[in-house]
T-cell receptor, first 117, second 115 residues
Framework: DGGITQSPKYLFRKEGQNVTLSCEQNLNHDAMYWYRQDPGQGLRLIYY???????QKGDIAEGYSVSREKKESFPLTVTSAQKNPTAFYLCASSIEGGSSGRNQPQHFGDGTRLSIL | AQKVTQAQTEISVVEKEDVTLDCVYE???????LFWYKQPPSGELVFLIRRNSFDEQNEISGRYSWNFQKSTSSFNFTITASQVVDSAVYFCALLSGGSNYKLTFGKGTLLTVNP
């Protein structure tokens, strides 16, 4: 089945530790996104990538890093600089990253819940 | 700046009742897109509908219907004859001209449908 796979489902981070959240899609989508969701809040964009080897900061990029070496993969690293990492993280993808694809719906994974130990 | 307001934080209804979820948006762009997503307890967001700013036709899909009114900057979502499986958080989102792929989400409305 085509879709977006996020792993792990639950993740715990120790003080001062970097952790990486995985996001893989087999939809052949060009664009991929990372969002953070806090309780009672909407989603906020962390990073997005329109095409392989390119990515842009979203609204809350500080303390996070990403890479886009392959079309199907867009891992997110939560660094020790992110002082409040406890949240639900959602990865999404959409068909095209160009201007013609901007209105295409984004499809989401099941999310990763990150907590502090 | 783009903004989406979902004033209803939580709504509780009894099965078979109709329910309307409100969404009000703000943007200075003339071209924009509006979306509704459903987030069941499992966590993933499920795409429900997209509407562009030039198409004000209302849409019906089964028990779901959407009322887009540019005059009031609203894009409301109605579920007819609600069912327990409709229980979820519903998000309205806006994508507009200057946002470079960034969806602006409302804070969501938690809908609980009781049997």
């Amino acid at each position: 089945d085509g879709g977006i796979t996020q792993s792990p489902k639950y993740l715990f981070r120790k003080e001062g530790q970097n952790v990486t959240l995985s996001c893989e899609q087999n939809l052949n989508h060009d664009a991929m996104y990372w969002y953070r969701q806090d309780p009672g809040q909407g989603l906020r964009l962390i990073y997005y990538s329109q095409i392989v080897n390119d990515f842009q900061k979203g609204d809350i990029a500080e303390g996070y890093s990403v890479s886009r070496e392959k079309k199907e993969s867009f891992p997110l690293t939560v660094t020790s600089a992110q002082k409040n990492p406890t949240a639900f993280y959602l990865c999404a993808s959409s068909i095209e990253g160009g201007s013609s694809g901007r209105n295409q719906p984004q499809h989401f994974g099941d999310g990763t819940r990150l907590s502090i130990l | 700046a783009q903004k989406v307001t979902q004033a209803q934080t939580e709504i509780s209804v009894v099965e078979k009742e109709d329910v309307t979820l409100d969404c009000v948006y703000e943007t200075r762009d003339t071209t924009y897109y509006l979306f509704w997503y459903k987030q069941p307890p499992s966590g993933e967001l499920v795409f429900l509908i997209r509407r562009n700013s030039f198409d004000e036709q209302n849409e019906i899909s089964g028990r779901y219907s959407w009322n887009f009114q540019k005059s009031t900057s609203s894009f409301n979502f109605t579920i007819t004859a609600s069912q327990v499986v409709d229980s979820a958080v519903y998000f309205c989102a806006l994508l507009s001209g200057g946002s470079n792929y960034k969806l602006t989400f409302g804070k969501g409305t938690l809908l609980t449908v009781n049997p």
